[in-house]
């Protein structure tokens, strides 16, 4: 019998290519990677119980710092036993900062040296998030990954706003490590994880420069690769993962943060990203858009599903697809029925754990680039 994997560990089992499948340990459960996160934004998945979530084979979720902390509290979430207990889901949960929250509201916030003062988009109280203050945030709310404060520059930015970024970030990243050891000295709460962001905007230098100095700081039981999937061209992304792939080590487990279109998973996962989460299914489902094995994306207000009475997608095997037709989600949709959104969003999570099962099988078989290509190409040709 295999002896358990230690809290954090990451146990690399098969590699083709750049494409990689692996076990990521946490003190609430193994992660099999490559894996798709559902965001669960305010403690819970859109229209979705825990259960149903874990159903869909999903294994751990994400949840926002952010919302969190401005309703109904971190330490509210603490009193009530942390977030696994406030949220009644057992398995992995990882908190992000709640900076990309932060950093997109522009004209209500000031970022500094010291870190990042902003108005509350409920009430319009201010508050200041600091290295310091997101780190001992995290610590309350409990999540077994936790992800350091960082600037996120827009897409299109000048190399010069990005490196200033990057300077902002490896100077934050630094206060959060010092923060986090200290709490962590205390042997007070549950046990996390720390991990950093990369930044660097589609700039190779200042990408590869990141890397490197992130790498110096510490020793990191995982990475997250942020400011990418913020506007700019496909291209430019699939080459900063590459880049990456050649800096980061192989034995731990690199977070694509905010990317979970289908081909877009695919791509990442070609190119050595283990960990993804996005908030595109349950928001394509709340707007009547579903992904298809055999169509590609397609949205349910079209007339043409009036009269349809086949499955969503007949290679589903969601519940949504099992016991419904198209013509009855179409007039949910239509309708506003809150069950649509429902229906959806428990397929549209389904597709991508689906899709994310089948890489790791197809990775372990030595089949991944082949199949990958293939589904790829049916995919884009599908969507036109």
Known sequence: MTAPLP??????????????????????????????????????????????????????????????????????????????AFMRWSGPILTDSGGYQVFSLSGIRE???????????????????????????????????????????????????????????????????????????????????????LQGNVYPELRREQARSVQDLSSWQGYGIGGLSVGEEKEHMWRILELLDEELPTDVPRYLMGVGYPDDLLEAIARGCDMFDCVAPTRNARHGTAWVTEEGQVNLKAARFRLDRAPLDAHCDAYCCTHFDRAYLRHLTMSGEAFAHRLLSLHNLRFLLRLAEESRRRIRAGEFASWAGEWLERYRAQRG
């Open 111 to 197: 970022v500094r040296d010291d870190g990042v003062e902003f108005q509350s988009h409920l009430d319009g109280s201010r508050h200041l998030f600091t290295p310091e203050r997101v780190t001992e945030i995290q610590r309350r709310l409990g999540a077994d990954v936790i992800m350091a404060l960082d600037e996120c520059p827009p897409g299109g930015c000048s190399a010069e706003v990005a490196g200033a970024a990057n300077a902002r970030t490896l100077a934050w990243l630094a206060r959060c490590r010092d923060r986090f050891a200290e709490l962590s000295g205390r042997h007070e709460g549950p046990e996390q994880s720390l991990f950093p962001v």
């Open 7 to 84: 809290a954090f560990a990451f146990d690399l089992l098969a590699t083709e290519g750049r494409a990689r499948t692996g076990a990521f340990a946490t003190p609430h459960g193994v992660v099999e990677t490559p894996q798709f996160m559902p965001v669960g934004t305010l403690g819970a998945v859109k229209t979705l119980s825990p259960h149903e979530v874990a159903g869909l084979g999903a294994t751990m979720v994400l949840a926002n710092t952010y919302h969190l902390y401005l309703r109904p509290g971190h330490e509210e979430v603490h009193e009530l036993g942390g977030l696994h």
